[in-house]
Every structure is written in C-alpha cells, then in structure tokens.
C-alpha cells in the first residue's frame, strides 16, 4: 500500500494568515491526489482533487500543487472557518490510502 | 444532488459482526459510474479505506481487513451493505459510505454523515 505522510501533525495560526500543509507519498502517484477538510463531528469535505483543481464551490484561497510524490496544500488567508483538520488521499492505486491529517488550530 | 446514508447498530460485542447499510438517494447505484466505499475514522484518528463494490456485485477490500470484511449491493432498494467480522474494541470507528468516480476523477466526492459504532460488552 502506497503510504502518505503529512507535515506538520498540528499548526496554530491567526485569521489572515498564509499556511502550508506537506503531503509525501511513498512512490509516485503523479497527480491522483485529493484534499479534504474535516470538522468535528462532520463528514470529510472535498477540496482539491487532480493534486490542484479546486472543487466547485471552494474558496479561492485554497490551492493545492505538486506531483509524483511531494504535494503541497496552501491556504492564503485564513478565515475562521478554516479552522478543522486537513487529509490528503492518493487515488493512484488500491488500497485507498489517507495521510495521518494535519489539526489546524487558532494561536 | 445524491445523498448517502449510513444506518445500523450503535453498539456491537466483541468477537460479533458489525452490520451497516448505505442508503442512496439522488441517484441510482446500477449506473455503472461509480463505486461505493466504505471508510472508517476511530475517535481521535485518522481515515481507512474498507472496501469498495461495484453495481455489478464485484469487490476491492484493503488487505489490511480482507479476512474480516464482506461488501455487498442490494440494486433493488439501491443500497449497499458492510460486514466486519469478530469486531474488537479496535474496531469502535465512525464509518462512512461514500461514492468515487469509477472514471478518472477517482476521488470521494460524495460521503455520507457517518454513524458511530462501539464495540464493547
């Protein structure tokens, strides 16, 4: 199974500020790879799909770049309710596979 | 817009059999562009893919639960099922359905809102 490793595990920062969440693959998945937002007690929300097409809907401050196996999600100026935890999920090859996510938290 | 929706039991013993049904409405499962997941997330943890069915009845399961795990599809009520076989406490998780694109956009655009099972006697 292909593993995926997220960096950092947590992140605090402040509304406006710029952040940046790693996402590593164990081999080469080109660009089959998805973000999702998750709030408590809420279903996994999608964000990016294709490593940086921005799911209909999605804010424009969400980006998303990478391939192979080094991805990067970016958000450019944080607003509240961006405030959840972030999963990245290749979709290269069976089994599915999530990294660990990354909480996003208030300073 | 399609919807999907978990139901079963909240608690389940140890060494028995979780059972979950995924109802979806919005859409017919037989169309034959997607296949329907099952995913998992324990209290405070991450998420891992179950397993997968196809309308046609075909299956994928993550070898990490093969052994354990049973997927199937009912067209008729437009319902897919899960079967998780001598459940332990590990096995407590809210479960999720969710739909992904049998076509090159592979990802689960679609999740149902999940159901929380406990094992525990």
């Known amino acids: 199974a292909i593993r995926m490793t997220q960096s950092p595990s947590s992140l605090s920062a402040s509304t406006g500020d710029r952040v940046t969440i790693t996402c590593r693959a164990s081999?080469?998945?080109?660009?089959?790879l998805a973000w999702y937002q998750q709030k408590p007690g809420k279903a996994p929300k999608l964000l990016i799909y294709a490593a940086s097409t921005l799911q209909s809907g999605v804010p424009s401050r969400f980006s998303g770049s990478g391939s192979g196996t080094d991805f990067t999600l970016t958000i450019s100026c944080l607003q509240s309710e961006d405030f959840a935890t972030y999963y990245c999920q290749q979709y290269y090859s069976y089994p599915r596979t999530f990294g660990q996510g990354t909480k996003l938290e208030i300073k | 817009q399609v919807q999907l929706q978990e139901s079963g039991p909240g608690l389940v013993k140890p060494s028995q059999t979780l059972s979950l049904t995924c109802t979806v409405s919005g859409g017919s499962i037989s169309s034959g562009d997607y296949y329907w997941s099952w995913i998992r997330q324990p209290p405070g943890k991450g998420l891992e893919w179950i397993g997968y069915?196809?309308?046609?009845?075909?299956?994928y399961y993550n070898p990490s639960l093969k052994s354990r795990v049973t997927i199937s599809v009912d067209t008729s009520k437009n319902q897919f099922s899960l079967k998780l076989s001598s459940v332990t406490a590990a096995d407590t998780a809210v479960y999720y359905c969710?739909?992904?694109?049998?076509?090159?956009?592979?990802?689960?655009?679609?999740w149902g809102q999940g159901t929380l099972v406990t094992v525990s006697s």
């Open positions: 081999q080469g998945i080109s660009s089959y």
């Open positions: 069915i196809y309308y046609s009845g075909s299956t």
């Open positions: 969710a739909r992904e694109a049998t076509g090159g956009t592979k990802y689960f655009q679609h």
